[in-house]
């Protein structure tokens, strides 16, 4: 497995970033990406680490050392203990990066159980799931096509998709775009599929793929967001933007410019069926979710801390409508920690005795997930109030000489100090009012995907595995217990004549 020394250096491998208009020459020092690369190497130190190891490390079948999230799991116990590894992983970065290297694992460690899926690249995915293993690599995903006009016939957007353009003996060429590159500038390889479309019109499934493409091969450019580890850097200090300085996982939208990918990389080519199942036919839905739903559990720790620290600091923690908000917060918290053991406790069982998290826990995060945040992001604006922004520009003022005795006078707080206050606030504020935090509240919305598919999709489960049918059998049963003429059964007394007298 990759070291955090090993991690940096690999990623001076020539790859094509791009930020602000320039080409980045290296991304561990530029300042768009230097910390946060530096936050993903960490945890990687932490797989060699003696007294995290037992946490986060596993050997596979095949005798690798391997993060535990990375290995096909059996049992609800490898499960469990798959998602006490994600957590402790994400405590690294207080829930704060979501697309970590263990991320992909919801895809990867499915490979091996389940390569008979990839019709004719059996091989390929075996091979991928002894990669994974073995090296840890980070890998990112892109499996949406840009918005570039959607009130088009599919068709007429064709140009944009990633779709085959050439084969060759030994691989394809690739051509389109895709969104959102999450922390693709610091990954090892891109993960493409697509799903949704049958073809691109008279019958065109040149963008019936899924393959993994290196970061750094010819042809591959990564136009990145504005960087608010950057924008954290130029205008001030860890003080004042201690998340977005050094937790900012920049997304990009991926370009392939006739990319080539050799055959060993291909896992479905110009499939439909393998294309536009994969999501849910391998697992990967439910795992992916068991890995979203740990991290923000983890987040949901830390803003339960941030809120009790701060009505605390401000004297209103005994307030019965702020202890009322207060128990909100930690019952949200407590719920997707129950969601994320109820995933691994109650697996459902996949191919070839693989352990797969349960889907209704899955679905069920995946609703409920984007409704908490802006709730939990309201509570704070409503209960911390004007105390966010009732704040000094930055770190600067508590070092002036002049300032610094009227700081001290007036940003105080109950039990605290003005700098110990001030340093408090402002953590909230990158939390939930930055761009980093505004950020955030985007990515926590839109994680599961569009509002409306989220919910069906919740529907559609029940009705797959006979869920649905179980509760409509409920209602059936309590039915049945009477009808027009009564009780239908000898549980319960129906009324006499003499009882029944008043009614015609």
Same mark, same amino acid.
């Given at each position: 497995?990759?070291?955090?020394?090993?991690?940096?250096?690999?990623?001076?491998?020539?790859?094509?970033?791009?930020?602000?208009?320039?080409?980045?020459?290296?991304?561990?020092?530029?300042?768009?990406?230097?910390?946060?690369?530096?936050?993903?190497?960490?945890?990687?130190?932490?797989?060699?680490?003696?007294?995290?190891?037992?946490?986060?490390?596993?050997?596979?079948?095949?005798?690798?050392?391997?993060?535990?999230?990375?290995?096909?799991?059996?049992?609800?116990?490898?499960?469990?203990?798959?998602?006490?590894?994600?957590?402790?992983?994400?405590?690294?970065?207080?829930?704060?990066?979501?697309?970590?290297?263990?991320?992909?694992?919801?895809?990867?460690?499915?490979?091996?159980?389940?390569?008979?899926?990839?019709?004719?690249?059996?091989?390929?995915?075996?091979?991928?799931? &002894?990669?994974?293993?073995?090296?840890?690599?980070?890998?990112?995903?892109?499996?949406?096509?840009?918005?570039?006009?959607?009130?088009?016939?599919?068709?007429?957007?064709?140009?944009?998709?990633?779709?085959?353009?050439?084969?060759?003996?030994?691989?394809?060429?690739?051509?389109?775009?895709?969104?959102?590159?999450?922390?693709?500038? /610091?990954?090892?390889?891109?993960?493409?599929?697509?799903?949704?479309?049958?073809?691109?019109?008279?019958?065109?499934?040149?963008?019936?793929?899924?393959?993994?493409?290196?970061?750094?091969?010819?042809?591959?450019?990564?136009?990145?967001?504005?960087?608010?580890?950057?924008?954290?850097?130029?205008?001030?200090?860890?003080?004042?933007?201690?998340? @977005?300085?050094?937790?900012?996982?920049?997304?990009?939208?991926?370009?392939?410019?006739?990319?080539?990918?050799?055959?060993? !990389?291909?896992?479905?080519?110009?499939?439909?069926?393998?294309?536009?199942?994969?999501?849910?036919?391998?697992?990967?839905?439910?795992?992916?979710?068991?890995?979203?739903?740990?991290?923000?559990?983890?987040?949901?720790?830390? /803003?339960?801390?941030?809120?009790?620290?701060?009505?605390?600091?401000?004297?209103?923690?005994?307030? &019965?409508?702020?202890?009322?908000?207060?128990?909100?917060?930690?019952?949200?918290?407590?719920?997707?920690?129950?969601? @994320?053991?109820? /995933?691994?406790?109650?697996?459902?069982?996949?191919?070839?005795?693989?352990?797969?998290?349960?889907?209704?826990?899955?679905?069920?995060?995946?609703?409920?997930?984007?409704?908490?945040?802006?709730?939990?992001?309201?509570?704070?604006?409503?209960?911390?109030?004007?105390?966010?922004?009732?704040?000094?520009?930055?770190?600067?003022?508590?070092?002036?000489?002049?300032?610094?005795?009227?700081?001290?006078?007036?940003?105080?707080?109950?039990?605290?100090?003005?700098?110990?206050?001030?340093?408090? /606030?402002?953590?909230?504020?990158?939390?939930?009012?930055?761009?980093?935090?505004?950020?955030?509240?985007?990515?926590?919305?839109?994680?599961?995907?569009?509002?409306?598919?989220?919910?069906?999709?919740?529907?559609?489960?029940?009705?797959?595995?006979?869920?649905? !049918?179980?509760? &409509?059998?409920?209602?059936?049963?309590?039915?049945?217990?009477?009808?027009?003429?009564?009780?239908?059964?000898?549980?319960?007394?129906?009324?006499?004549?003499?009882?029944?007298?008043?009614?015609?």
């Amino acid at each position: 497995m990759l070291n955090g020394r090993e991690y940096l250096e690999s990623l001076r491998d020539g790859r094509e970033v791009y930020v602000n208009g320039e080409k980045v020459e290296d991304v561990t020092e530029h300042p768009a990406y230097r910390n946060s690369a530096r936050s993903y190497a960490r945890m990687y130190d932490a797989l060699h680490d003696p007294e995290m190891e037992n946490k986060l490390v596993t050997t596979t079948e095949y005798g690798d050392k391997t993060h535990k999230f990375f290995k096909t799991s059996r049992h609800a116990q490898d499960l469990l203990e798959s998602r006490d590894a994600i957590a402790t992983w994400s405590k690294m970065n207080f829930g704060f990066m979501g697309r970590t290297p263990d991320y992909k694992a919801s895809f990867t460690a499915q490979l091996d159980a389940y390569a008979d899926y990839y019709k004719g690249f059996e091989d390929n995915a075996r091979a991928w799931y &002894r990669k994974a293993t073995k090296d840890v690599p980070f890998i990112n995903h892109t499996i949406v096509n840009p918005q570039v006009d959607r009130s088009k016939p599919l068709h007429e957007n064709k140009d944009v998709f990633v779709r085959a353009v050439a084969e060759k003996d030994d691989g394809i060429i690739v051509s389109g775009a895709k969104m959102v590159g999450t922390a693709a500038a /610091m990954t090892h390889y891109n993960f493409v599929s697509n799903y949704g479309p049958k073809d691109l019109g008279e019958g065109d499934v040149s963008h019936a793929l899924i393959f993994f493409v290196a970061m750094n091969a010819p042809g591959v450019k990564m136009i990145s967001r504005q960087s608010y580890e950057q924008q954290a850097a130029t205008t001030g200090t860890p003080f004042d933007y201690p998340l @977005s300085s050094r937790f900012d996982e920049n997304d990009a939208v991926i370009v392939l410019d006739n990319v080539f990918i050799p055959w060993e !990389d291909v896992l479905a080519y110009k499939n439909v069926e393998i294309t536009n199942n994969f999501f849910t036919e391998t697992g990967f839905f439910n795992r992916f979710t068991f890995h979203g739903c740990t991290r923000f559990a983890v987040k949901l720790d830390f /803003m339960a801390g941030l809120l009790l620290k701060a009505t605390e600091a401000s004297g209103t923690n005994q307030f &019965r409508g702020v202890q009322a908000n207060l128990g909100e917060v930690i019952a949200l918290r407590n719920m997707f920690w129950g969601l @994320s053991t109820s /995933m691994a406790a109650e697996p459902e069982m996949g191919r070839n005795g693989v352990a797969v998290p349960n889907g209704e826990y899955c679905n069920a995060y995946r609703v409920l997930a984007p409704m908490t945040w802006p709730r939990v992001k309201n509570i704070f604006e409503q209960v911390v109030a004007g105390g966010l922004i009732q704040l000094p520009s930055s770190a600067k003022d508590f070092l002036n000489p002049e300032l610094r005795p009227y700081l001290d006078q007036y940003y105080r707080g109950t039990g605290i100090n003005a700098e110990d206050r001030v340093k408090l /606030m402002k953590m909230i504020w990158d939390s939930i009012g930055s761009e980093f935090g505004g950020r955030h509240e985007l990515y926590e919305i839109n994680y599961g995907g569009n509002t409306d598919n989220i919910r069906l999709e919740a529907l559609k489960h029940a009705e797959g595995v006979g869920a649905a !049918d179980n509760y &409509r059998s409920f209602v059936e049963s309590a039915m049945s217990d009477y009808d027009l003429k009564g009780w239908t059964n000898d549980t319960w007394i129906n009324a006499g004549k003499s009882e029944m007298s008043g009614v015609k």
